[in-house]
């Protein structure tokens, strides 16, 4: 009886809402293309009660019958205003219009958009069209770079896009590309990130409070969403700049039933040296330079109806770095050298939403990850009648199908239910070498004896977004397990509370709180330093146990002057079995089990982040600034004392302005500083003797090293400033944009690394390598 009573009171506010009630719901898109907006907002003027899009555009309001004043708004469109009378349920989809005087029209926030009326803290969502404005390396917009000029993110160092969120690590981050996780985000060793700007519609980036719809990883939540393709015109937009050009097309196949988008990205250095190193050649002599990366999205939808919509999608992106070389000579004989490194993504993803009814809403996805990296070398030598071959071979990688389904139920204005399941397949490869001398095969697994592991991940969650009055509350749970197959077979669960508080305070201002749990199943093996391809992904096992945290928060946050946004958060991190190399083992080692060369400790971190942006009007813009201390602490390692992370960084600035002087010309610029780098350094060096050969007495001296405590030093401290200027005109048949850019402008000789050397008297000392000077870009870009 008392559990009915319970039920019962948990289920009043619900049947509260069921009488004389009407429900409005539908889909919010661009009235040009017909892409589904995001986050759009809808407000009644009339109830005070508001709704947002979902991820397919989707929304529903219930309300009181009577007459209502709808205000739709989404950012960069024209707020539309409808008057209607609710004495039914509705269907009213809406198409929005983009507002092309943005740049010189002042929008105000509505009260649905205000910062301070949003239960998530710790979230941050940056219109791409923003992104393509900040200054970037060589001209080339990088999405990842971007996300590092926010507070509480940091890159791992010069130009690089690894991104670690409040003191985690680059494998805490749940990258989602159309909700497929992509386990490797870099080009070029980390200089550039596998996504093209030109195929993303919407970036969010989520700190902490994570809702319970996410899980599996530490730190953060980056959710990236393809466009959909445009659903009415054929229309296409391109680059062409100093390492990379784009194309992108999209249009209808079945006019405003069916869209597709493609999208491609290459670099051409290779293609621009062939023929310069060709030209350099002697007779007798080949040589093949292979340097580039590609990247290629693709997307098809079609929409069956109003309840019915299949999406399909994919991603493909290869780095191809390696050298072919022959050389032959008179007599017929010749040798020949190739070698390369290959690595790269493919991701693929399958959904179908529906409709249920005005209420409710489901999304049903099949998702494909692939991550592979190849390392091969090979020698040929051709004399006389002999042939000597030697090759060598090495292959990692981790591979992922995944099946899951999301459901969002809207009972009323005051409660946003979402509730879901997945299951996931994780296959592994971490790492197999395999060496071949003549005709004689031999097969050697340096990590794995037994090559390829294989695990099930399951996630449940069930999470309400309600509204008490003045109280907002996000309140879910989020389970998980975990199951390692094979011989050593061994199951992991975790049931992970989540809590985000918001109350609306006189004059408008929001005090938010958040607690979270959150566990992590698969580790990233990496050297912490580049962003290297041969980063191992494994599971956790009987021995390598599964990483948890858990992670509070309380801030401010308020809407000033209608179009600034200000928030002041501070949080604190623990987390558990975070996972490290043992001192002196890389991936390298001859050690046959991976689980022999790592070690698992703690980590700690806490700071205080703030925020002012602009998102709207002539400047556009925000101020970042974090107070940040992460440590970690292994038994293990530095004689288990605890020590700084590497990327513990305790101060962090980031401006970043863009102005729209008139219509045809804007400007931008983007300042970062950051506190040094902690690293390890030697004391004191000394000679000791070796015994050469215990029989003669034979010896020599070689230079011992010792080091101190880990990272008790620093680099110093990283600054910089980019700076470029637009220039846009509107052809006849197409648009075109000239951009002029310039990287760390003031030649700033930062901190890439440091090594041991000898100034002009001959003493050892320390000395610093710079990577990037002052470097100037310029890029064409075009649309039609």
Known sequence: MKAKLILLCLLLPLLGWTQDKFTLSGYIEDGASGEKLISANIYDYVSGKGAVTNTYGFYSLTLPKDSVVLSISYIGYETQTFRLYLDQDITFNVKMNSDIQLATVEVSATKIDRIEEETQMSRVTIPVEQIKKVPALLGEVDILKTLQLLPGVQSGGEGQNGLYVRGGSPDQNLILLDGVPVYNVSHLLGFFSVFNADAIKNVTLTKGGFPARFGGRLSSVLEINMKEGNMQEFHGEGSIGLITSKLTLEGPINKGKTSFIISGRRTYVDLIARPLIKSELEEGEELDLKLNFYDLNMKVNHRFNDKHRLYASAYLGQDVFGIDSRETYSDGDYFELDNGTDWGNITGALRWNYMINNKLFANTTLTYSRYRFDFIAGIEDKYGENLDKISAKYISGITDYAAKIDFDYIPNPNHYVRFGASVTHHTYNPGAFQFKLGSIDVNVDTVLGSGKARSLEYALYLEDDMQLGRLKANVGVHASGFSVLGDESKFYYSVQPRLGLRYLLPNDLALKGSFSTMAQFINLLTNESLSLPTDLWVPSTERIKPQTSWQAAIGVAKTLFDQYEFSIEAYYKEMKNVISYREGVDFLGVENDWQDKVTQGDGESYGVELFFQKKQGRTTGWIGYTLAWNNRQFDELNDGNPFPFKYDRRHDISVVVSHQFNKTIS???????????????????????????????????????????????RMDAYHRLDLNIEFYKKKRRYERWWVIGAYNVYNRKNPYFIYSGRNDNGDRVFKQASLFPVIPSVSWRFKF
């Open 667 to 713: 400007m931008s610029g983007a300042w970062v500083y950051g506190t040094g780098n902690a690293i390890t350094l030697p004391l004191y060096r000394y000679n000791s003797p070796i015994v050469a050969s215990p029989i003669s007495g034979d010896y020599y001296t070689d230079n011992i090293e010792t080091v101190g405590e880990r990272n008790s030093f």
